[in-house]
């Protein structure tokens, strides 16, 4: 790839982009398995995470309008 990069200059934009590209999508993915209410990866001590969340706790990537520090908890506690 440097090689290539020496002789064609005009391809290190692309791979720069390609690459900023692959490690962003490997970090949201990163993200979405570690910090998603959905994903049980302890089944034994906690099989339903999504019911001990808070819910002034912003789980979303990004909330447009939405102030989670305000919200109150509509169902009883399981």
């Given at each position: 790839?440097?090689?290539?990069?020496?002789?064609?200059?005009?391809?290190?934009?692309?791979?720069?982009?390609?690459g900023?590209?692959?490690?962003?999508?490997?970090?949201?993915?990163?993200?979405?398995?570690?910090?998603?209410?959905?994903?049980?990866?302890?089944?034994k001590?906690?099989?339903?995470?999504?019911?001990?969340?808070?819910?002034?706790?912003?789980?979303?990537?990004?909330?447009?309008?939405?102030?989670?520090?305000?919200?109150?908890?509509?169902?009883?506690?399981?």
């Amino acid at each position: 790839m440097i090689r290539q990069s020496k002789k064609h200059p005009s391809l290190i934009p692309l791979f720069v982009f390609i690459g900023t590209g692959a490690v962003g999508a490997g970090l949201y993915l990163a993200r979405l398995a570690l910090r998603n209410p959905d994903v049980s990866w302890d089944r034994k001590n906690n099989p339903e995470p999504w019911n001990k969340m808070n819910p002034t706790s912003q789980y979303k990537f990004y909330a447009v309008n939405m102030d989670y520090s305000k919200l109150k908890k509509n169902g009883p506690d399981f």
